[in-house]
């Protein structure tokens, strides 16, 4: 399993532009096979500051997230925004345990 976990910030006067980019990926990758979760959010106490959180099956499955139609969608609108920083880390998980659950 490979988990991708990250934030971006951006400028706050863009954190308004960045929501229907991010949306519309959301919905899109979701369908994709191979992917288990995908979500991004907004942090409560950080305006700017945006969450990112992946979960794929596997390395081809992302691989093949990276070379769709909605993942060039979305650079491109990243491109026009003002990124003041960002770090998205890939890790692999080969064992996985449960937590919580409902």
Not at 12 to 21: F, G, M, N, Q, Y
Not at 31 to 52: M, N, Q, R, T, W
């Amino acid at each position: 399993m490979i988990f991708v976990q990250g934030w971006i910030r951006v400028s706050k006067h863009d954190l308004d532009e960045i929501v229907p980019a991010a949306s519309l990926m959301m919905i899109e990758t979701v369908k994709e096979p191979g992917c288990l979760h995908y979500s991004f959010a907004k942090d409560v106490s950080d305006s700017g500051l945006v969450h990112i959180s992946e979960r794929w099956d596997s390395q081809d499955s992302l691989n093949a997230h990276f070379q769709t139609q909605h993942m060039s969608h979305f650079n491109a609108a990243l491109s026009g925004l003002t990124i003041e920083a960002m770090d998205v880390r890939m890790y692999s998980g080969e064992e996985v345990k449960i937590m919580m659950q409902s």
